[in-house]
């Protein structure tokens, strides 16, 4: 292992991310099965899953090298946003980071990417700042996932943002409150969005009205407009990458799936932090080239398709091989959590106010937001994950969150009866943390998946033998 890696006490984990992240610039475009291979034996062991993840089948590796180079820009330009004179606003990973693109001189960084990126690179995994939040006095019904992301820029030297801004109010209480919490300990301004429960057209239009305000207050906080040929332009850009989203989505109803399984998490990162520039329309075209050509030569990594699995809430995040590339030469698809289900609207690019109001349909459903802040949060989780896990062709279910989604878990009975009885999918119920491993390890989730496929999955696709009816009436 090398020591320069080890993160030392206090130092901030986003800062410590990037460093590591660099030498990516290091590796050739063209890598080979060797290179992989060194690149793997050169870091400490919990990064090595990381590494083989995003490295080891040559279809990710290519896609994976040109996003990280990409994102690595994008983080780059968050970390010195400050020296060039605007302000940086720490975003939820249930916001579209877009509309604060459309500043001039606003950053957006997602406090939940930057969880994910401490708990895929950086040593330790994300576990000190987890506990450095315990050791506040905090409670353990946190989200990990912002909880991870926000602890660095608490404990350390470095980083550190102008305002926080939560749309969770009303819809995520353990994402809200970290959020809140950051900006009282940390001294800085927070920005609210609520979101009314009212899923009418009246409660969409009280929407709007709290967005405007809320960019107005933005506005004032910042000193400047948001410009409307600027807001154009971005959302111009975040069309782009819509309509390759909603190509993406329907290559992955192709049997065997043509995507590989790492996409949907490079489609989590894209959404959440780099959506409305370029970069998410050059990565996104990438992945829907790429499974084109697959789809062309019927590309597919096992030898067969055994399953076709939707995540009901969130994909497991720790462990890039142990998850995405593990189940992908099981012949395991995955085919989407509830981050992956957005729903745009057309878009009105006529003036700032249509923009504006295009914007607060996309914020009102965006992941999470819609469906934790629905009237009836079993009703719109189970309605969204149950469209989708249709439309693609799911063949089963698996539930995955982190330990705080109280949400997710207090209606996770009803969710997997009426999947059955809906869609006649089962569902597979894990508990743990995607984002920390000392809840339900890999090697323990590998073994329920692998039993749920070979025992429910491949013995409902089997087809089902008629008994033999034997004279005088009995079954043989
Ligand atoms: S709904 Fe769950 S995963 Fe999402 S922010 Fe809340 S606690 Fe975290």
């Given at each position: 292992?090398?020591k320069?890696?080890?993160?030392?006490?206090?130092?901030?984990?986003?800062e410590?991310a990037i460093a590591?992240?660099e030498m990516?610039?290091k590796l050739?475009?063209?890598?080979s099965?060797e290179?992989?291979?060194?690149?793997?034996?050169f870091?400490?062991?919990?990064?090595?899953?990381?590494?083989i993840?995003?490295l080891e089948l040559p279809?990710d590796r290519?896609?994976?090298?040109f996003?990280f180079r990409l994102l690595?820009?994008i983080?780059?330009?968050?970390q010195?946003?400050?020296a060039?004179g605007?302000?940086?606003v720490?975003i939820?990973f249930?916001?579209?980071?877009?509309?604060?693109y459309?500043?001039?001189n606003?950053f957006?960084?997602?406090?939940e990417?930057?969880?994910g990126?401490?708990t895929?690179i950086?040593?330790?995994?994300?576990?000190?700042f987890w506990?450095?939040a315990?050791?506040?006095?905090?409670p353990d019904?946190l989200?990990?996932?912002?909880t991870?992301g926000?602890?660095?820029?608490f404990?350390g030297?470095?980083l550190r943002?102008?305002?926080i801004v939560?749309?969770?109010a009303?819809?995520?209480?353990p994402?809200?409150?970290?959020?809140?919490f950051?900006?009282d300990?940390?001294?800085?301004?927070?920005f609210i969005?609520?979101?009314?429960?009212?899923?009418?057209a009246?409660?969409?239009?009280?929407?709007?009205?709290?967005?405007?305000?809320?960019?107005?207050e933005?506005?004032e906080?910042s000193?400047?407009?948001?410009?409307?040929?600027?807001l154009r332009?971005?959302m111009?850009?975040s069309?782009?990458?819509v309509?390759?989203y909603?190509?993406?989505?329907e290559?992955?109803?192709?049997?065997?799936?043509?995507?590989?399984?790492i996409f949907?998490m490079?489609l989590l990162?894209l959404?959440?932090?780099?959506?409305?520039?370029?970069?998410?329309?050059?990565?996104?075209?990438?992945?829907v080239d790429m499974?084109k050509?697959?789809?062309?030569?019927g590309?597919?990594?096992a030898?067969e398709?055994l399953?076709?699995?939707?995540?009901?809430?969130?994909?497991?995040?720790f462990d890039f091989?142990?998850?995405?590339?593990w189940?992908?030469?099981?012949g395991i698809?995955?085919?989407?959590?509830?981050?992956?289900?957005h729903y745009f609207p057309?878009m009105?690019f006529?003036?700032?106010?249509?923009?504006?109001r295009?914007?607060?349909?996309?914020?009102f459903d965006?992941p999470?937001t819609?469906?934790?802040g629905?009237?009836?949060?079993?009703?719109r989780w189970l309605?969204?994950?149950?469209w989708?896990?249709q439309d693609?062709?799911?063949?089963?279910?698996i539930?995955?969150?982190?330990?705080?989604?109280k949400h997710?878990?207090g209606t996770?009975?009803?969710?997997r009866?009426?999947?059955?009885?809906?869609?006649?999918?089962p569902?597979?119920?894990?508990t743990?943390?995607?984002f920390?491993?000392?809840?339900?390890?890999m090697?323990?989730?590998q073994e329920?998946?692998?039993?749920?496929?070979?025992?429910?999955?491949?013995?409902?696709k089997?087809?089902?033998k008629?008994?033999?009816?034997?004279?005088?009436?009995?079954?043989?």
């Amino acid at each position: 292992m090398d020591k320069g890696f080890v993160m030392r006490e206090g130092e901030n984990g986003f800062e410590r991310a990037i460093a590591i992240l660099e030498m990516i610039y290091k590796l050739p475009d063209n890598l080979s099965e060797e290179d992989v291979e060194a690149a793997k034996n050169f870091v400490f062991p919990e990064l090595q899953h990381t590494v083989i993840g995003l490295l080891e089948l040559p279809a990710d590796r290519e896609l994976e090298l040109f996003f990280f180079r990409l994102l690595l820009g994008i983080l780059k330009e968050a970390q010195n946003a400050q020296a060039e004179g605007k302000k940086l606003v720490f975003i939820p990973f249930t916001f579209p980071p877009e509309i604060f693109y459309a500043f001039d001189n606003i950053f957006p960084l997602c406090t939940e990417i930057v969880g994910g990126l401490i708990t895929n690179i950086c040593y330790g995994q994300g576990e000190r700042f987890w506990d450095f939040a315990m050791g506040l006095g905090l409670p353990d019904s946190l989200c990990s996932a912002n909880t991870i992301g926000t602890m660095p820029f608490f404990m350390g030297p470095g980083l550190r943002a102008d305002a926080i801004v939560y749309n969770s109010a009303g819809s995520c209480n353990p994402n809200a409150k970290i959020h809140a919490f950051a900006s009282d300990y940390l001294g800085i301004p927070q920005f609210i969005l609520e979101k009314p429960v009212d899923e009418s057209a009246r409660g969409r239009e009280l929407y709007f009205e709290y967005l405007k305000r809320f960019v107005q207050e933005l506005e004032e906080w910042s000193g400047s407009e948001m410009r409307e040929e600027r807001l154009r332009e971005v959302m111009e850009k975040s069309y782009q990458a819509v309509e390759l989203y909603n190509e993406f989505w329907e290559l992955k109803k192709a049997r065997p799936c043509p995507v590989p399984n790492i996409f949907s998490m490079t489609l989590l990162v894209l959404r959440s932090q780099c959506w409305g520039r370029q970069e998410a329309v050059d990565v996104m075209q990438k992945m829907v080239d790429m499974s084109k050509e697959r789809l062309r030569t019927g590309e597919y990594t096992a030898d067969e398709e055994l399953a076709r699995v939707y995540i009901t809430y969130i994909y497991w995040l720790f462990d890039f091989a142990g998850y995405f590339t593990w189940m992908e030469k099981e012949g395991i698809t995955i085919l989407g959590d509830i981050l992956a289900i957005h729903y745009f609207p057309e878009m009105d690019f006529s003036s700032k106010e249509s923009m504006l109001r295009g914007m607060a349909d996309i914020a009102f459903d965006y992941p999470m937001t819609r469906q934790m802040g629905g009237e009836s949060i079993s009703m719109r989780w189970l309605d969204d994950v149950a469209w989708a896990a249709q439309d693609l062709g799911a063949d089963a279910c698996i539930f995955g969150g982190v330990h705080a989604c109280k949400h997710t878990l207090g209606t996770a009975a009803y969710f997997r009866r009426e999947m059955m009885k809906r869609a006649g999918l089962p569902t597979l119920m894990l508990t743990g943390d995607v984002f920390d491993k000392r809840h339900t390890p890999m090697e323990m989730f590998q073994e329920e998946v692998k039993t749920f496929v070979d025992q429910v999955v491949a013995k409902k696709k089997a087809p089902r033998k008629r008994k033999k009816v034997q004279a005088g009436g009995g079954a043989e």
